[in-house]
């Protein structure tokens, strides 16, 4: 079991340009969600996946964020035209709905934009 | 819709004593509940859940918390505190599928400290 994977670690950015973020789920797993995490704070969610189809969006996710899981398996969450506000911490989680759907966190992804 | 309130921003005890972490959550229908840990720089790790089996839950590290439905509460304690255990502790309430609600709601946080 190597645990859920997120890729970059770490992005420093500026303001108005596009990141993508990666984010590999435990390999069994059928749902994988996002969540963003600002200091100080419990995480958030944003969206979630069953298989391919995205099942769920939060409110927070404006039309600047998009998120793809294109064959069930890894994800990425892009973020166009980025703005300070969007610096926070972007988790990852994954989980089985024939496995008592207990989420798996991976370790984030920490954006700053300047 | 679902909530949790965590009690308490920050707990500071003393090494070997007890830990109690308070979680008070508010649900329209029969929740599930878990309490998650986050060390610094490190991923969110579940600690333990609670899923409508038994009402106490022990978990990893020592850690058990009880489900009380009067009193709408899962407190996580622990008898014995070690330095390791100082993280930021996240009461966390979800619902069964189709319910159309978000799959997590996190409370904002418990810093523990632990002092040698």
């Known amino acids: 079991d190597t645990g859920v994977s997120q890729n970059p670690r770490h992005k420093i950015t500026k303001r108005g340009q596009n990141v993508t973020f990666r984010c590999d789920p435990i390999s069994e797993h059928n749902r994988l969600y996002w969540y963003r995490q600002t200091l100080g704070q419990g995480p958030e969610f944003l969206t979630y996946f069953q298989n391919e189809a995205q099942l769920e969006k939060s409110r927070l996710l404006s039309d600047r964020f998009s998120a793809e899981r294109p064959k069930g398996s890894f994800s990425t969450l892009e973020i166009q035209r980025t703005e300070q506000g969007d610096s926070a911490m972007y988790l990852c989680?994954?989980?089985?709905?024939?496995?008592?759907?207990?989420?798996?966190f991976g370790p984030g992804t920490r954006l700053t934009v300047l | 819709a679902q909530s949790v309130t965590q009690l308490d921003s920050h707990v500071s005890v003393s090494e070997g004593t007890p830990v109690l972490l308070r979680c008070n959550y508010s649900s329209s229908y029969s929740p599930s509940l878990f309490w998650y840990v986050q060390h610094p720089n490190k991923g969110l790790q579940l600690l333990l859940k609670y899923t409508s089996a038994a009402t106490l839950v022990k978990g990893i590290n020592g850690f058990e918390a009880e489900f009380k439905k009067s009193e709408t509460s899962f407190h996580l304690t622990k008898p014995s505190a070690h330095m390791s255990d100082a993280a930021e502790y996240f009461c966390?309430?979800?619902?069964?599928?189709?319910?159309?609600?978000?799959?997590?709601?996190f409370g904002k946080g418990t810093r523990l400290s632990v002092i040698a």
């Open positions: 966390v309430v979800t619902l069964p599928w189709n319910s159309g609600n978000t799959p997590l709601v």
């Open positions: 989680a994954s989980s089985s709905s024939k496995g008592g759907d207990t989420q798996y």
